[in-house]
């Protein structure tokens, strides 16, 4: 399987308009429009390579979860798929350094980034600024103690 790193952004615009925030803040390329999303690619920073990114809605929130299905990324309509990278290293710093541009450009717009929907990494929540988890921690319930204050419900 192969890794996945998410931004997940809460705006109610489309796709589109992520899309569009990709285009200017980050150098991202469009490669094809679909009805629901967006494929771009990008020149990665660290290597001359390609990411691929899908912008598109979050598939993974559950309508009235279980207290114990409770996720990070349920507050967030839109999922930033970023693949790619010659490592998963380099790929999370990759994922890492677009979250950046997409906080400093929009600093108003709560953010989550999260690897391959098993690790939150960093939060970025309006007011109260931009959090990393050390050590990272899940998304899911098990870890809302550590995260509930910061990401959006």
Not at 30 to 52: F, K, N, P, Q, Y
Not at 61 to 81: F, K, T
Request: some cysteine.
């Amino acid at each position: 399987m192969s890794v996945v790193d998410s931004v997940f952004i809460a705006v109610p615009g489309a796709s589109s308009e992520v899309a569009d925030w990709l285009v200017a803040e980050a150098g991202c390329e469009v490669m094809a429009t679909e009805r629901d999303a967006v494929r771009l690619r990008m020149r990665a920073h660290s290597a001359d390579d390609w990411l691929g990114i899908v912008v598109q809605p979050n598939g993974y929130v559950l309508p009235d979860p279980e207290p114990d299905e409770v996720q990070a990324m349920d507050g967030y309509p839109i999922e930033v798929q970023i693949r790619g990278g010659a490592s998963d290293d380099a790929l999370h710093r990759e994922a890492g350094l677009l979250f950046d541009t997409l906080v400093a450009a929009h600093a108003d717009v709560p953010m989550l980034l999260v690897h391959n929907l098993e690790t939150l990494v960093t939060a970025h929540l309006p007011g109260a600024g931009t959090h990393t988890f050390t050590p990272p921690v899940s998304p899911d319930a098990e870890d809302l103690e550590t995260w509930h204050n910061w990401i959006r419900t």
